[in-house]
């Protein structure tokens, strides 16, 4: 692991603590080091829960999944754009997932007779 690499992982182990400290604005982007990353939640399905930093100075983006609701949680801070997005990614996730248990299944399903 470089230098940038761990440097990286450093702020954005930083961002994570700072959303469960509940600071939300103004913090600092690992990619372009201005104080510019806002803190967004999306709520895509039951119990699911994403923690979003959206840097607007430059492209940074980092989503973080979450076991259960964040505890600064809001519906105020619930970014809609962030949500299709995301529910997108759960559909083509969950499409993935039934094509492969549709393989497994297939699989499995092979008459007794075949085997031998
Ligand atoms: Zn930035």
């Not at 761990?6 to 182990?13: I, S, V």
């Not at 990619?31 to 399905?45: A, E, K, N, Y």
């Amino acid at each position: 692991m470089d230098d940038s690499t761990a440097r990286k992982l450093a702020g954005q182990k930083r961002l994570l603590w700072a959303a469960h400290e509940g600071n939300l604005d103004a913090l600092e982007c690992t990619d372009c080091g201005q104080h510019s990353v806002s803190v967004w939640f999306t709520h895509p399905g039951d119990g699911i829960y994403r923690t979003w930093f959206i840097c607007t100075d430059c492209s940074f983006e980092l989503r973080a999944q979450n076991l259960g609701c964040p505890p600064h949680y809001s519906e105020d801070r619930v970014s809609e754009h962030l949500e299709n997005y995301d529910e997108r990614a759960l559909a083509r996730a969950i499409q993935a997932a039934s094509r492969e248990d549709v393989k497994k299944a297939a699989q499995t399903s092979r008459p007794k007779d075949q085997e031998e």
